[in-house]
């Protein structure tokens, strides 16, 4: 399945956004520089008992408090092969995301980016053609562990998606962080 999301994840012509750069590996996948200078490839990888609609991840990932908020904006991208990233006024959020979903029906790998409340902590969340998985790419504002700052904090970012993503079927979770 890894390789088949990293697969998927090259074919993507998309250009880099937020703080990171493009991963050499993984075209349209940032990468994000740490306070030490080192740059880290960090991802979560959900897979689910069932497919599962955009509007319905978005909508119980909302209830947690991930917000479409990018600096005032709403970032996405439907069109992999265009490669250009669309904002949109947040009031244009239902409209987004009947997008995203047109998107997926039509086979391709959509991406929004949502943040955490009000902390501006965030990524990109890539909603896969099949339904089954989703990803996020934490590229903005990243938290770095207190104990280890080289290293994301993995439990941060899990503490705050386990409990929607379980509500719709979450089963199981993959995650990487290499320098």
């Not at 069109?79 to 006024?89: C, L, N, S, V």
């Not at 244009?92 to 009000?118: F, H, N, Q, S």
């Not at 590229?139 to 080289?150: G, Q």
């Amino acid at each position: 399945m890894a390789d088949q999301l990293a697969t998927d994840v090259r074919e993507m012509l998309v250009r880099p956004i937020a703080l990171g750069h493009e991963r050499r590996d993984c075209p349209g996948v940032a990468s994000v520089d740490t306070r030490d200078g080192m740059s880290r490839d960090t991802d979560f990888v959900f897979t689910f008992t069932h497919e599962v609609p955009v509007t319905e991840a978005l909508e119980a990932l909302g209830a947690y408090g991930w917000v479409p908020d990018d600096m005032g904006r709403i970032r996405f991208l439907v069109d992999p092969e265009d490669g250009d990233w669309q904002t949109r006024a947040l009031e244009e959020y239902p409209a987004v995301i009947a997008e995203l979903e047109r998107g997926t029906a039509a086979g391709y790998t959509c991406t929004i980016m949502l943040t955490w409340k009000d902390t501006r902590t965030g990524g990109n969340f890539f909603f896969y053609p099949s339904g089954g998985r989703m990803m996020l790419a934490p590229i903005l504002n990243t938290r770095a562990r207190p104990d280890h700052p080289r290293f994301l904090d993995l439990e941060w970012y899990l503490s705050r998606l386990l409990g929607p993503l379980e509500q719709i079927g979450l089963s199981g979770v993959e995650t990487s962080d290499l320098a």
